[in-house]
């Protein structure tokens, strides 16, 4: 099971980036999908889910109304489109397999994360 994060740069507050996970090995709707996050000094944030099931889509407060989960099956690929990004979204981003079909739930956070790779940088600065 390899995922590869794509798509990650520098953008202005208020700006878009559309980020990728590539599956290699296995097919990625077989799975849960979830992206996380991890900024410098803080904790690791569950960021949004996919489920494996249905394809519903799940978001932590931070994402809700500005980050949208979605799956291409024909690529085998998985989507994050964020926008209206903000300072506080800085951070290296990671696609992973989501364990629980997207029902675990932290306080700020979501999903249960068991497979992921190398991750993508981005920056949200003016």
């Known amino acids: 099971v390899q995922l590869q994060a794509s798509g990650g740069g520098l953008v202005q507050p208020g700006g878009s980036l559309r980020l990728s996970c590539a599956a290699s090995g296995f097919t990625l709707d077989d799975y849960a999908i979830g992206w996380f996050r991890q900024a410098p000094g803080k904790e690791r944030e569950g960021v949004s889910c996919i489920r494996r099931s249905d394809s519903s889509t799940y978001y932590a407060d931070s994402g809700k109304g500005r980050f949208t989960i979605s799956r291409d099956n024909a690529k085998n690929t998985v989507y994050l489109q964020m926008n209206s990004l903000k300072p506080d979204d800085t951070a290296v981003y990671y696609c992973?397999?989501?364990?629980?079909?997207?029902?675990?739930?932290?306080?700020?956070?979501?999903?249960?994360?068991?497979?992921w790779g190398q991750g993508t940088l981005v920056t949200v600065s003016s």
């Open positions: 992973a397999t989501e364990l629980s079909d997207c029902s675990h739930r932290g306080k700020h956070s979501l999903g249960l994360f068991g497979n």
